[in-house]
Nanobody, 127 residues
Framework: QVQLVESGGGLVQAGGSLRLSCAPSGRTFSRLVMGWFRQAPGKEREFVAAISQSGGTTSYADSVKGRFTLSRDNAKSTVVLQMNSLKPADTAVYYC????????????????????WGQGTQVTVSS
């Protein structure tokens, strides 16, 4: 089992920044592919970003490219999603996800890729 604890959500004005963190436990962190998804009210959960076990490969949704950056520190067992130039459309509950099955990175955008999920953290961007 992997437990995921997210932190860093909150309320910010449009154009501002937030930093989300996720700290997994229960598995060797360096074996985990890590991802972030978000879900706005009345909408399906959607992919935001993912990072490979080594941190050498990342994938981003088109809607956040150039604004969000996902990184990991394997020594500290933490992933960080830096969100800049936030828009009201970014308002959602953000979920950290992890997978330890060593699957192809080409499908990290699918919710079915991940076996473990955090409880979510609210991000609200006011206009």
């Amino acid at each position: 089992q992997v437990q995921l604890v997210e932190s860093g959500g909150g309320l910010v004005q449009a154009g501002g920044s937030l930093r989300l963190s996720c700290a997994p436990s229960g598995r060797t962190f360096s074996r985990l592919v890590m991802g972030w998804f978000r879900q706005a009210p009345g909408k399906e959960r959607e992919f935001v970003a993912a990072i490979s076990q080594s941190g050498g490969t990342t994938s981003y949704a088109d809607s956040v490219k150039g604004r969000f950056t996902l990184s990991r520190d394997n020594a500290k067992s933490t992933v960080v999603l830096q969100m800049n130039s936030l828009k009201p459309a970014d308002t959602a509950v953000y979920y950290c996800a992890a997978d330890d099955n060593n699957r192809s990175f080409s499908t990290v955008f699918r919710t079915s890729y991940y076996d473990y999920w955090g409880q979510g953290t609210q991000v609200t961007v006011s206009s």
